[in-house]
Every structure is written in structure tokens, then in C-alpha cells.
């Protein structure tokens, strides 16, 4: 079936420093999805790419959507302490499908 | 205005027993989501209700689980024989509309199978 796989599964970074998570599908993507979870909260929603090789910005953060539409990037420019939580991928295969979620990438930040 | 919400939070139950999570979407969503996450996981989707009926319930596990949004809003998620591996953070969300949209993720029900 169906898989998304991010990486890593973790990352610890100095306050400053960048951050970049991966995501990869087994099969093209109708679009994708990325979210963000604070320890002991819920999944929030951060941003949708649709279109092959779209770039979104977000303030410090850069989303990327692969030509081939089988791949996304999360990268964070200068991290903070309040980007700590744990970023999730998720992409559905056709339009008005079922979300597939990857497994996350906690990022941790010492000040 | 009021967010998703989930009742209850916690729920601790025995081996055997059945269980019932409800879920409160946010005013005027249609579209209702069921998921489940371990602990290091992401959500795992179980169920998809596009207004009353369920249009795509293909990640229940097993013929345990069963969910119901009889009139189009509230949703319940019903686990009977509750097994051990059962215990996870049981999350629902909704979105305005036809699915393709941000999904708003309630706080999610703690269930721990004893």
C-alpha cells in the first residue's frame, strides 16, 4: 500500500542553527499536507502544496513539493525555541483521498 | 469560535470491555476524520464520514471498531473487546468540506487497555 517515510526521526539543534526534514512517497501524490505537533498537543495545520515543484514560505519556513510529486522538504531558517514540537508530512494519492501520514521528525532546540 | 472537541480525554479500560469515544467537530464541517496514534507515530487514519455516511472507513483494523455520525455532526467511535494493542491517542478532525482542505485536529482521547 500506500507509504510516506520522513527523515530523520530526529534532530536536536542549537537555537540559530537550520532544520530540514524529509519527506518520500511510494506513489505519486495528489498533494501534501504538512502539520505540526507540540509535545502533549494535536497535530496543527501548517500549509498544502498541490502543484509539481511548488514553493511555499511561511515566514522562516520554506516548503518544497517535488517535480515528480513523490517528494516534500520542511526547511526552518534560524530555529527558535518555539519550533520544537514534531513535524508530520502527510499526502493523499488522489484528490479527496485518505491522508497518509509519515512518522515525523521531532526537532528539539537547546537555547 | 469552538474547535474540535473529544470526550473523554482519558479512558482507562480492561481487556474485554467495550468503549465509546465521541467526537464534536467544529459547527458546519462536513467532513469528519478518525485517526489513531502510538506513542513516536504518526496518526494513523481509520475512518472518513463526507456528512452522515462513511466514505472511506478502509483503516479499521478489524471488525472491533466501528464508527457512527448519524446525523451528520457528532461522531462516535466504538471499539468492542478491547484488546491491549488497542491503547493509543485516538484523534478526530474535520474539515468544511469535500476532504481535500486543513484538517482541525481535537485533543485527541488517551485510551490505556488494561
Known amino acids: 500500500g500506500q507509504q510516506v517515510m520522513q527523515i530523520p526521526q530526529y534532530q536536536h539543534v542549537q537555537e540559530g542553527e537550520d532544520f530540514t526534514t524529509y519527506c518520500n512517497s511510494s506513489?505519486?501524490?495528489?498533494?501534501i499536507q504538512w502539520y505540526k505537533q507540540r509535545p502533549g498537543g494535536h497535530p496543527v495545520f501548517l500549509i498544502q502544496?498541490?502543484?509539481?515543484?511548488e514553493v511555499k514560505k511561511q515566514k522562516r519556513l520554506t516548503f518544497q513539493f517535488g517535480e515528480a510529486k513523490k517528494n516534500s522538504s520542511l526547511h526552518i531558517t534560524a530555529t527558535q525555541t518555539t519550533d520544537v514540537g514534531t513535524y508530520f508530512c502527510a499526502g493523499r494519492r488522489q484528490q479527496g483521498g485518505k491522508l497518509i501520514f509519515g512518522q515525523g521528525t521531532e526537532l528539539s532546540v537547546k537555547p | 469560535g469552538a474547535g474540535v472537541s473529544q470526550t473523554p480525554s482519558n479512558k482507562v479500560t480492561e481487556k474485554g470491555k467495550y468503549v465509546e469515544l465521541r467526537c464534536d467537530p467544529i459547527s458546519g464541517h462536513t467532513a469528519l476524520y478518525w485517526y489513531r496514534q502510538s506513542l513516536g507515530q504518526g496518526p494513523e487514519f481509520l475512518i472518513y464520514?463526507?456528512?452522515?455516511?462513511?466514505?472511506?472507513d478502509s483503516g479499521l483494523p478489524n471488525d472491533r471498531f466501528f464508527a457512527v455520525r448519524p446525523e451528520g455532526s457528532v461522531s462516535t467511535l466504538k471499539i468492542q473487546r478491547t484488546e491491549r494493542g488497542d491503547s493509543a491517542v485516538y484523534l478526530c478532525?474535520?474539515?468544511?468540506?469535500?476532504?481535500?482542505?486543513?484538517?482541525?485536529f481535537g485533543p485527541g482521547t488517551r485510551l490505556l487497555v488494561l
Open positions: 464520514f463526507q456528512g452522515t455516511g462513511a466514505a472511506d
Open positions: 506513489t505519486t501524490l495528489s498533494n
Open positions: 502544496l498541490v502543484k509539481s515543484g
Open positions: 478532525a474535520s474539515s468544511p468540506d469535500r476532504g481535500d482542505e486543513t484538517q482541525y
